[in-house]
């Protein structure tokens, strides 16, 4: 293939080194400085005459964009969540979308029982404690948390990662599962992660920690509220892995500082980078920037499955983790 045949891509966010060159193999890159990110203004203009994007995440493929970049055929998104794409919008434009499913499974299960450690057994607050130099008192109580193996443990969402979740609760410490989802699991799944299907109100009520792994949806919007919260223990945890917008935001801070529960752990937030105040202002939430993903091997091979979506696409009309097939079919 000549340089100039090549199809152009943009890299909508710095990655890797090795994914850049494996993309370089067979594109026209134009990349994106480290930390740099684009307002959609600036991305519709860099996509310009380009084929392919590799997007994190942050960036919104929606119709005003697809209108704007005709030459546009697939956006991968370096994420399994892919709520930054209007599927729909996308199909009737041909643009296909691709996600990166499967390979984070275990590390963000790993992540979401850290957190959920970490929240009940107040991690984060001990060490700011410590670190400001007040650790000249002691008394038996002091940084008390909720007991984690043996009590009950609630998943709202229960794809891939509730699974890896779960299975982690039940055999690493002896925890009560309890699950609620759109559809239920067949019974070789749930017996693998000895789960049981309630309904949310169930999971709300019996949860000593309640983990959020759904993916976001505008149905799935405020999931957890002022009212869900209410019907959960004041004894409880909450942690949300999932997505923005999942929680109310100030809704939880309002609850975690009147005591309404005990804890919660995010790594998520609506409108994220930015997190609400009143968060900020409460000492019993551990704050993440969603890294629930981030460790380099994952995050390597999250790039790479991004980099041989655009790679298969372009150049064989074929992906690996397709999202609105429709868009292949109706070009072969
Ligand atoms: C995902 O892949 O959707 C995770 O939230 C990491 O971005």
Redesign the pocket.
């Given at each position: 293939m000549t340089g100039a045949s090549k199809p152009a891509i943009l890299i909508a966010r710095a990655v890797f080194p090795e994914v850049e060159s494996r993309l370089r193999a067979h594109f026209e890159v134009e990349t994106t400085p480290a930390g740099m990110v684009w307002s959609p203004d600036e991305l519709v203009q860099r996509l310009q005459g380009k084929s392919g994007v590799l997007t994190?995440?942050g960036e919104r493929i929606d119709a005003g964009l697809l209108a704007a970049c005709p030459t546009l055929r697939i956006a991968a998104?370096?994420?399994?969540?892919?709520n930054n794409f209007d599927l729909a919008a996308m199909s009737v434009a041909g643009v296909l979308g691709t996600?990166?499913?499967d390979v984070?499974t275990e590390t963000?299960a790993d992540f979401g029982f850290a957190l959920l450690m970490a929240t009940a057994r107040r991690v984060t607050e001990s060490e700011r404690f410590l670190r400001a130099g007040q650790w000249n008192q002691w008394s038996l109580d002091l940084f008390a948390g909720a007991e984690v193996h043996g009590t009950t443990l609630g998943i709202l969402g229960m794809g891939r990662i509730g699974r890896a979740i779960a299975r982690r609760g039940a055999h690493g410490f002896g925890m009560q599962v309890l699950y609620h989802n759109r559809s239920r699991l067949d019974e070789a799944s749930e017996a693998d992660c000895r789960a049981r299907y309630v309904s949310k109100a169930e999971l709300l009520a019996q949860a000593d920690h309640l983990v959020l792994v759904l993916p976001y949806t505008p149905e799935a919007h405020h999931s957890i509220g002022a009212a869900e919260i209410a019907q959960m223990k004041p004894s409880a945890t909450l942690v949300n892995?999932?997505?923005g917008g999942i929680v109310d935001d100030a809704a939880l801070a309002r609850a975690l500082r009147e005591r309404r529960i005990a804890a919660a752990g995010l790594?998520?937030f609506e409108g994220e980078p930015r997190v609400h105040p009143d968060l900020l202002n409460v000492p019993n939430v551990v704050l993440t920037p969603?890294?629930?993903?981030?460790t380099l091997p994952t995050r390597m091979a999250?790039a790479m499955l991004a980099a041989d979506n655009l790679i298969a696409y372009l150049t064989e009309g074929r992906a690996l983790t397709p999202l609105n097939p429709d868009v292949i079919k109706a070009a072969t």
């Open positions: 994190t995440g998104n370096l994420a399994v969540g892919y996600n990166a499913p984070l963000t892995i999932a997505r790594d998520v969603h890294i629930a993903s981030a999250m």
